[in-house]
C-alpha cells in the first residue's frame, strides 16, 4: 500500500509524487480550481439523481445558482489579498492552499489567511468587504482582541475566507518574514505551513486523516528542499517534534530519490 493512500500501490504512487514535483505553482493552483469546480459540479449531479423531477433553473438554485459553480478559490484570494495590501494589513495564506501549492492538491471549502490586523484598521476593512462578503465588524473587533478568527463567505458562491488575527507571537513573526509572493497573494514558506499543520493535527486530537495527509503530502513534495534545522527548531519550540519525526519516517517509506524542482 502507499504512504498517502491505502489504495495506491508504492510505484504508483512514486509516479504520483514525482508528477506533483514537477507542476509548476500556476499548475498547482489550477488544480484546486479544478478541484472546487468538481465537487460542485458533483453536488448538482446528486441533486439531479435524487430530483429527477426538479428543472433545470431548480437545481441551479438549490445548489447556490450558476455563480456557486463558478466558485474560484484563487481568485477569491487574489481579491481578498488587494484589499489587505491596499489597507496596509499584512497577511500570509497558509492551510489547503499552502498544501496545494507545496504538497497534493485536494478539495477545500475554505481560504485560510493569517493576518495582522489592528484594531483601527477593522472599520476599513469591513467597508471594503461588505458589498461582495458577509462580513460581521463586531466579529472582527472581537478577533481582534482576542487574537481569535472571524470569516468572510462570498455571497455569489458561498465561499469562506477564514481570517486567523496574529497573536505576534514569535512563531508568528518568522512565518511573515518567510512569507513569499505566490501567484498574486502572499503564503506561508513549506515549513511554516508543515509545522501548522502539525499544530492543528495535534489541537484536534491527532484524528484528521485529511491533516495528517496533507503533512505526508509536504514532505515527499518537498523533500530535500524543506530546511530541517528550521523544522527542527520550530517544531519543537510547538511541541510538534514528535509529530514531525513520525510523519519524516512514514514519508520516507515513499520518498521519491529525485530533489523536487522549487516551488
Known sequence: MGVLSEDTSPAAEQVLIQLLRSRSARERL???????????????????????EWPRERIESESGGEDWMQADPVRLLVEV????????????????IGSTLYGEPRYTQDIDLVVALRPEQAAELFRSVEHDFYADLGAMREAIMRASSFNLIHLATNFKIDLHVSRGEEFDRSRFGRSREAEGFRVASPEDVLLAKLRWYRMGGEVSDRQWRDILGILLVQAESLDPAYLEHWAERLGVLDLLEKARQQASRARPQTPPPPV
Do not use: E, K, W
Open 30 to 52: 489550477n488544480q484546486l480550481q479544478q478541484c472546487v469546480r468538481a465537487g460542485r459540479q458533483l453536488h448538482q449531479m446528486g441533486l439531479r439523481m435524487r430530483h429527477p
Open 81 to 96: 489579498a488587494d484589499i489587505l495590501t491596499r489597507l496596509g494589513i499584512d497577511y500570509f495564506a497558509t492551510g489547503s
